[in-house]
């Protein structure tokens, strides 16, 4: 903008220019405005449908890998704990359990001093029937305390530490693994004369503070042993792990079912999960026929495609038209006149009390094939990102056209400038050529007034 513009004219010529480049530009810019908000409000729309769907994809995953599980409980979770995976047979089993698994302890006669040198050799270490560890005692480690972090470090199955019982230092040997079988054998050998207080470590000069023995317990009469606290081969499918003794004639109940839980729970997770795609749905296609204003996806082709093919798996029959239920809706799974769902509690139990195994292959196969549709509009490359590609291509012709209407107004505005410019300067010629002659009929004028 030129700021002398009007100087010749005494018109405001700047502000006329302005006003003349806003008429121009604004309804462009509004018209601009309005496409790019409809383009945003549409990319959003298709971003909330692909995250609700993704939620729902997540749910239908969990649906078509559900399996037959179990749940197990204790009596007695202080003494007994219990656990079930997906093989272990239901049913009701009693345990009595009449000793734990321990690992055997040898302790060593006491010594004055920890730190106190105690001679060189080798000091071997046998658990059980495996293979002797061989460790070295040298000037650098011959004391207690160095004797027990070079067992310690030997991993040798067995744990070392000092216990100071008011009297003196003991050496203190636990096998690292509870059982009658992994008793510890520690030897001694070296030069007899360099040996020295080494040999007092020897297991002939051990005293056995704790036996290892197997735990024992009998399971619904049958008697049973196992060298550890915790049976994972006892019962198939189950882990017992045993933490304290019982009472004679007080046995622990132990109770595996079949984990129902699990398939309310799934089947709940897919409800709220598919009604929060309907009704993200519903409301990105929404039409008020009093404002008669829609939504920013109303009427489109994609949604309506993404209801159709819900509704479409969600009343696929199952393949065997045997079986005792053959659709979702025979396991209490409902729909409403606006499509969403509702799970009748009471139908579901009903059905898996008739046939537990039959419910999870039906929910597995069905689910499998809602989700396979489902990944069709969400996974990349799919028909929403494919849409919403289409219009962030779309937003960027927008750019484009915005920075083509800045250069038209920019050169729209030089151009007034020039053709104002113009006018001004030639106003400005004409209103002194009008001063000037004015000045000449007056003087015209009073000439003849002096002749007369």
Same mark, same amino acid.
């Given at each position: ?68 599980? #179990? ?21 009701? @089993? ?15 006669? #006491? ?162 999960? @598919? ?11 929404? @039409? ?165």
């Amino acid at each position: 903008m030129i700021s002398s513009l009007g100087i010749g004219s005494g018109l405001d010529l700047n502000a006329l220019v302005d006003q003349l480049v806003a008429a121009e530009r604004e309804p462009k810019v509004q018209r601009l405005d309005r496409r790019e908000a409809d383009l945003q409000a549409r990319i959003s729309g298709f971003g909330a449908a692909r995250g609700g769907l993704s939620g729902l994809e997540t749910a239908l995953d969990k649906l078509s890998t559900l399996q037959q599980g #179990r749940t197990a409980s204790s009596s007695d979770d202080d003494r007994l704990e219990v656990s079930a995976s997906d093989g272990a047979a239901t049913g009701s @089993y009693r345990i009595e359990v009449s000793q734990l698994a321990a690992a055997q302890s040898l302790a060593s006669g #006491r010594f004055a001093d920890a730190d106190a040198p105690l001679g060189t050799g080798t000091l071997s270490l046998q658990v059980g029937d495996g293979t002797p560890v061989a460790i070295g005692i040298d000037q650098e480690n011959n004391s207690l305390r160095g004797i027990r972090e070079a067992i310690n470090a030997a991993d040798a199955g067995v744990q070392a530490s000092i216990v100071n019982d008011g009297e003196g230092a003991r050496l203190v040997l636990s096998a690292a693994q509870t059982g009658a079988d992994q008793t510890v054998a520690v030897t001694v050998s070296g030069d007899e004369a360099a040996v020295g207080d080494l040999a007092r470590l020897a297991s002939e000069n051990l005293t056995e503070t704790v036996a290892g023995r197997d735990a024992e317990l009998v399971l619904n009469g049958l008697p049973v042993t196992s060298p550890s606290n915790s049976l994972d081969q006892t019962l198939e499918g189950m882990t017992l792990q045993l933490k304290g003794t019982t009472e004679p004639g007080a046995p622990i109940t132990v109770t595996v079912g079949e984990d129902r839980a699990a398939v309310r729970s799934a089947l709940n997770e897919f409800v709220k999960a @598919y009604n929060g795609v309907i009704d993200t749905v519903r409301d990105l296609t929404r @039409y008020n026929p009093e404002t008669q204003e829609g939504a920013a996806l109303v009427g489109d082709s994609t949604l309506r495609s993404v209801q159709g093919r819900l509704a479409q798996g969600l009343q696929s029959p199952g393949s065997d038209p045997e079986a005792a239920f053959t659709n979702l809706v025979n396991l209490g799974v409902n729909s409403d006149r606006n499509g969403r769902l509702s799970l009748d509690s009471a139908a579901l139990d009903q059905a898996m009390d008739q046939d537990f195994s039959g419910v999870i292959g039906l929910v597995n196969e069905v689910s499998a094939g809602l989700r396979d549709s489902v990944k069709g509009f969400t996974e990349p490359g799919g028909l929403l990102e494919s849409r919403t590609e289409g219009l962030q291509t779309r937003m960027q012709g927008i750019d484009r056209q915005r920075e083509a209407l800045d250069l038209r107004i920019e050169r729209l505005e030089a151009r007034l400038v020039r053709q104002f410019g113009a006018m001004d300067a030639l106003v400005g010629q004409l209103q002194g050529t009008s001063q000037f002659l004015d000045q000449q009929l007056g003087a015209m004028n009073a000439t003849l007034d002096r002749g007369r």
